[in-house]
């Protein structure tokens, strides 16, 4: 165009960007947010890197809008990377250390080069190829991986079904750390897979207990599901009653004779909840016995003072590692499975959080809390989940905190018994 020819109108319209001057993003929060770069670290934590999902994650659990560009340049000034660019960043020698230390709180062995690399990122916020975990683990335990190769015969199952979060929640309990004296009891969500409780429990087949731990579930959810399935054992008769009892009042709309609200099914049917307790047992529960015996001679399980520190300090210690195994469990993408009906290839939290785009509708049905919390102080409170006396508990917490540990560990429980323990006789 030469210097005499003039503009139209129209030639100027085509070549003006964003000519309304809106802007589709004017609600992302500035740079310094420090909310937002908090939220950033966690899905870091939690094994969520790709920008998409994290956009949309970020919509959806928070209310923040955020461009998948925007998810990017945020994670790189956050230092957040990938497994590809901290591989060929991070020396190795700093790689190979991170990835024997996570393998060392698995004296059992049971856990693979994934669940060692998600280990990693859990505990320390750093993401490491699968490759490199890998050819670590089979440098330094070859072993392992014939240890882990699956032999045992597996029981035909019929695809599961649910109409989405909240359909149908599976009770249990598990027995495996009962010989040593700290059974267990698990609650979780039949459509995600989602752990929504899991605790360490004085006695797993006591009723009012359970009854209590569903209640408690109920108040930390924000509602209860349209069912609940247990097996049949007398400890879960009263979980029937309250089940039956609530959806009544709070949901009569169902019919409880076309979906009754609590199902008993034998142990080998109730397959959510078992196949759940495979992965507990297998990731976590082996170890916690491997970690009991190395008290072998330090504790005396026939002087009452032994016994009831253990009881205080044991139970303390495996409800933190239990809350640590549901974060991690909830944060694990399942593999892909094409025939299966529920989501795949997804962890069970982010299935909740997009439940619409895995086709799934939230049946949580809401109740009134407040009668949520009195049924909870009729069954008899806390105390039903006590291992000790609340006088020994205090005495036990104030000579702990006189330690200046912060956290107990699998590897300092033994000392901290052996340090508490001269402690506590002169309070006595």
Same mark, same amino acid.
């Given at each position: 165009?030469?210097?005499?020819?003039?503009?139209? !109108?129209?030639?100027?319209?085509?070549?003006?960007? !964003?000519?309304?001057?809106?802007?589709?993003?004017?609600?992302?929060?500035?740079?310094?947010?420090?909310? %937002?770069?908090?939220?950033?670290?966690?899905?870091?934590?939690?094994?969520?890197?790709?920008?998409?999902?994290?956009?949309?994650?970020?919509?959806?659990?928070?209310?923040?809008?955020?461009?998948?560009?925007?998810?990017?340049?945020?994670?790189?000034?956050?230092?957040?990377?990938?497994?590809?660019?901290?591989?060929?960043?991070?020396?190795?020698?700093?790689?190979?250390?991170?990835?024997?230390?996570?393998?060392?709180?698995?004296?059992?062995?049971?856990?693979?080069?994934?669940?060692?690399?998600?280990?990693?990122?859990?505990?320390?916020?750093?993401?490491?190829?699968?490759?490199?975990?890998?050819?670590?683990?089979?440098?330094?335990?070859?072993?392992?991986?014939?240890?882990?190769?699956?032999? %045992?015969?597996?029981?035909?199952?019929?695809?599961?079904?649910?109409?989405?979060?909240?359909?149908?929640?599976?009770?249990?309990?598990?027995?495996?750390?009962?010989?040593?004296?700290?059974?267990?009891?698990?609650?979780?969500?039949?459509?995600?897979?989602?752990?929504?409780?899991?605790?360490?429990?004085?006695?797993?087949?006591?009723?009012?207990?359970?009854?209590?731990?569903?209640?408690?579930?109920?108040? !930390?959810?924000?509602?209860?599901?349209?069912?609940?399935?247990?097996?049949?054992?007398?400890?879960?008769?009263?979980?029937?009653?309250? &089940?039956? &009892?609530?959806?009544?009042?709070?949901?009569?709309?169902?019919?409880?004779?076309? =979906?009754?609200?609590?199902?008993? =099914?034998?142990?080998?049917? !109730?397959?959510?909840?078992?196949?759940?307790?495979?992965?507990?047992?297998?990731?976590?529960?082996?170890?916690?016995?491997?970690?009991?015996?190395?008290?072998?001679?330090?504790?005396?399980?026939?002087?009452?003072?032994?016994?009831?520190?253990?009881?205080?300090?044991?139970?303390?210690?495996?409800?933190?590692?239990?809350?640590?195994?549901?974060?991690?469990?909830?944060?694990?993408?399942?593999?892909?499975?094409?025939?299966?009906?529920?989501?795949?290839?997804?962890?069970?939290?982010?299935?909740?959080?997009?439940?619409?785009?895995?086709?799934?509708?939230?049946?949580?049905?809401?109740?009134?809390?407040? %009668?949520?919390?009195?049924?909870?102080?009729?069954?008899?409170?806390?105390?039903?989940?006590?291992?000790?006396?609340?006088?020994? &508990?205090?005495?036990?917490?104030?000579?702990?905190?006189?330690?200046?540990?912060?956290?107990?560990?699998?590897?300092?429980?033994?000392?901290?018994?052996?340090?508490?323990?001269?402690?506590?006789?002169?309070?006595?």
């Amino acid at each position: 165009m030469s210097d005499t020819e003039e503009y139209t !109108n129209d030639d100027v319209e085509q070549h003006i960007p !964003n000519p309304t001057g809106k802007n589709q993003h004017k609600d992302c929060p500035s740079v310094d947010d420090e909310r %937002v770069a908090e939220i950033l670290r966690e899905y870091h934590r939690r094994n969520l890197t790709n920008k998409r999902l994290i956009s949309k994650l970020l919509l959806a659990e928070h209310g923040i809008q955020m461009s998948e560009a925007t998810v990017t340049r945020r994670r790189k000034l956050l230092g957040l990377h990938g497994s590809r660019t901290t591989s060929c960043t991070l020396p190795v020698t700093i790689k190979r250390q991170l990835v024997l230390d996570q393998m060392a709180k698995d004296p059992a062995r049971r856990q693979g080069p994934d669940l060692i690399k998600e280990g990693i990122a859990f505990a320390c916020g750093v993401h490491i190829s699968r490759d490199f975990v890998t050819a670590e683990m089979r440098q330094h335990d070859p072993t392992g991986f014939e240890l882990r190769d699956p032999t %045992v015969k597996k029981i035909l199952r019929q695809p599961l079904v649910a109409l989405g979060p909240h359909h149908e929640w599976s009770g249990d309990g598990h027995d495996k750390l009962s010989s040593i004296g700290f059974p267990i009891w698990g609650i979780r969500d039949k459509w995600s897979g989602k752990w929504l409780g899991l605790w360490v429990v004085p006695n797993n087949r006591l009723k009012t207990a359970i009854a209590y731990l569903y209640l408690t579930t109920i108040e !930390n959810v924000g509602g209860m599901p349209l069912q609940t399935t247990t097996d049949c054992g007398s400890e879960t008769t009263q979980v029937f009653g309250l &089940a039956n &009892a609530l959806r009544e009042e709070f949901a009569p709309e169902y019919s409880a004779n076309d =979906l009754p609200p609590h199902r008993f =099914l034998r142990s080998v049917k !109730n397959i959510v909840i078992e196949r759940g307790w495979l992965r507990v047992r297998l990731q976590w529960g082996a170890n916690v016995k491997i970690w009991w015996e190395e008290g072998e001679g330090i504790y005396n399980s026939t002087d009452p003072l032994h016994y009831e520190l253990v009881q205080w300090l044991w139970p303390k210690f495996i409800q933190e590692e239990l809350d640590h195994l549901r974060e991690r469990l909830n944060n694990h993408p399942t593999r892909f499975d094409a025939s299966k009906r529920l989501p795949s290839g997804v962890s069970p939290n982010v299935a909740i959080a997009l439940a619409a785009e895995y086709g799934g509708t939230n049946c949580l049905l809401p109740v009134d809390l407040t %009668v949520i919390h009195h049924l909870k102080a009729a069954l008899g409170g806390e105390k039903l989940l006590r291992f000790v006396s609340v006088e020994f &508990a205090d005495h036990a917490e104030m000579v702990f905190e006189t330690l200046g540990i912060e956290t107990i560990t699998s590897d300092n429980i033994w000392d901290i018994f052996t340090k508490m323990l001269p402690l506590i006789k002169q309070l006595d």
